[in-house]
């Protein structure tokens, strides 16, 4: 005789369902710091609970988009984990936009709550002029953000503790990560709740995760997609994340934190770790408890990589490859490959299917430069409400990166060049055709070319080549740089100018940036971004 079994809907297979079997099985144990504050599994548990029960009974639902603006704390983790518990798909949003950003991220994304905090609320009040579906706002700490702002707190405080009876499907999305395109344009890649989980399960497999992993940190602004997948780890083994401060990153204090809580895995963006590695007591520090570096988001130089690996004997060196829509890793380089294959981003993470294609899909052999196409259970859904976007990046079955590379005869890859136009400063993303397009809206200039130019600091800065439209009348920098302020996030803004006669241009009349990165001494570094 034969027994039906019920179909559980996903039960158990979502980011909540993960908080809920840890806060039974370890309450006690601390699922999270920051700045000298934690919470334990349980608190987090009952937390979330209560956030996701608020924001219900202002009207929030499944499906329903709840866009999260602040700087980093644990009010940012407990908003991301209530909206996925409730159903709702979470928005981070980047607080280094500015208002217009802002509510073009909002207004796209058809947002009905937001959560932000004092530094942000005055941002956020502006950014909804422009995005009137938004009917509810929490602010943390208290703070106007708008029409029915509301204390973040007090809404935990007066909302139900008990048990929220709601069934979210795996395949439900739980983020919409907002990334640029070549258009301009930001586009939302829908990350869903089996896209990252499968992601985890994979990465921790992948790198041999074993119990004393049990205290990581992320040193990347919540809204990114490196914070956003590397909560998960931790959380999946229930062990604690060190949530580090939004602002100018102080490499002194970095040692402290990992002095004081015992950091096993440190993430951190090259930039970061060049000013680690030249704090002057940093061989006299007690970091035997670190057991893994990793980077990632930016190009590192080789000098870089080898100052880290004699600074962090004990630890293993981990690069991180990938880009946001395959939630994001999908190479890791790691051990001692991290010298013997030093510039390369490594080799396929578990559960990531390649190839390396030419423009019409067919295979190139070894050691030929095509792009890398992905399948895999961690690739995004979709673009939000953007189906024409979604049927290009998916063409022929594979997802494709838009990144150019080579494999070596070991199966090792190596990056060439970006087929999308995007430079990687700091670890943040600017796409080219964006600040292109501001520039070009400016009354003095006739046509602008963004290229990237080595950095020391960035790894790569965005410098802006312009010709005028009146060569007699040709604009300054200071009058350029005011404008790109005015109508861009500072990060996007170009470090440097050029003002030229013209454009260097090939007959069909494409702009010829790989001769303006040459003119303007452009260098090769180790890629390696996460986006």
């Not at 297979?13 to 599994?41: C, E, K, N, V, W």
């Not at 204390?151 to 395949?171: M, N, T």
């Not at 006299?284 to 930016?298: C, N, P, T």
């Not at 196409?373 to 997802?399: C, D, H, L, Q």
């Amino acid at each position: 005789m034969s027994v039906a079994i019920p179909k559980l809907q996903g039960r158990g297979m979502t980011l909540g369902d993960q908080l809920a079997r840890h806060a039974r099985s370890i309450p006690d144990a601390t699922a999270l710091r920051f700045d000298g504050a934690g919470l334990t599994y349980a608190a987090l548990d009952q937390r979330v609970t209560r956030l996701a029960r608020a924001l219900g009974e202002r009207g929030v639902g499944a499906g329903d988009r709840i866009a999260v603006l602040a700087l980093n704390g644990l009010e940012v983790v407990e908003s991301f984990l209530a909206g996925v518990r409730l159903g709702a798909i979470v928005v981070p949003v980047n607080f280094r936009l500015v208002a217009d950003e802002v509510a073009y991220v909002l207004a796209d994304s058809g947002a009905v709550a937001v959560v932000t905090d004092p530094a942000m609320a005055p941002l956020m009040a502006k950014a909804r002029e422009q995005a009137p579906g938004v009917t509810t706002a929490l602010v943390i700490g208290g703070g106007n953000a708008g029409p029915g702002s509301e204390d973040y707190e007090a809404a935990i405080s007066a909302a139900d503790a008990g048990p929220l009876d709601v069934v979210v499907d795996e395949d439900a999305p739980a983020f919409i990560m907002y990334t640029s395109g070549t258009t301009g344009r930001p586009k939302g890649a829908v990350l869903t709740h089996r896209n990252l989980l499968m992601h985890v399960f994979s990465h921790v497999t992948h790198l041999g995760w074993d119990p004393a992993d049990r205290v990581g940190s992320y040193a990347a602004p919540l809204f990114h997609i490196a914070a956003v997948a590397g909560l998960l780890p931790n959380m999946l083994i229930g062990g604690c994340l060190v949530i580090t401060r939004s602002g100018g990153f102080d490499p002194v204090e970095m040692l402290d934190l990992m002095e004081s809580e015992g950091i096993t895995s440190l993430f951190l963006v090259p930039a970061m770790w060049a000013a680690v590695v030249a704090v002057p007591d940093v061989a006299e520090r007690d970091l035997s408890r670190l057991k893994r570096i990793s980077w990632g988001a930016a190009p590192a130089s080789t000098t870089l990589l080898r100052t880290m690996l004699d600074t962090f004997p004990q630890a293993e060196m981990v690069t991180a490859f990938g880009q946001t829509e395959c939630s994001p890793v999908t190479c890791f380089l790691r051990g001692e490959d991290a010298l013997r294959k030093i510039g390369s981003v490594g080799t396929p993470m578990l559960n990531v299917e390649v190839r390396v294609v030419d423009e019409a899909m067919n295979d190139v052999p070894r050691g030929e430069v095509g792009e890398i196409v992905y399948r895999s259970p961690m690739v995004m859904k979709e673009y939000w409400n953007k189906p024409e976007e979604t049927s290009i990046a998916f063409e022929g079955g594979w997802f494709h990166s838009g990144d150019l590379v080579r494999e070596d005869d070991d199966g090792y890859f190596f990056v060439v060049d970006r087929k999308k136009d995007m430079i990687i400063s700091g670890g943040e993303n600017i796409y080219c055709a964006e600040v292109e397009d501001v520039l070009a809206a400016h009354p003095k200039v006739g046509e602008v070319a963004l290229i990237g130019v080595p950095d020391t600091k960035y790894g790569e800065a965005p410098l802006a080549v312009v010709a005028p439209r009146d060569p007699a009348d040709p604009p300054t920098t200071e009058e350029l740089a005011a404008w790109c302020r005015e109508k861009l996030a500072r990060y996007k803004n170009p470090r440097e100018y050029s003002i030229v006669g013209a454009l260097p241009r090939n007959p069909s009349g494409k702009v010829l940036k790989t001769a303006l990165r040459q003119e303007h001494s452009a260098g090769s570094l180790v890629a390696a971004p996460v986006v």
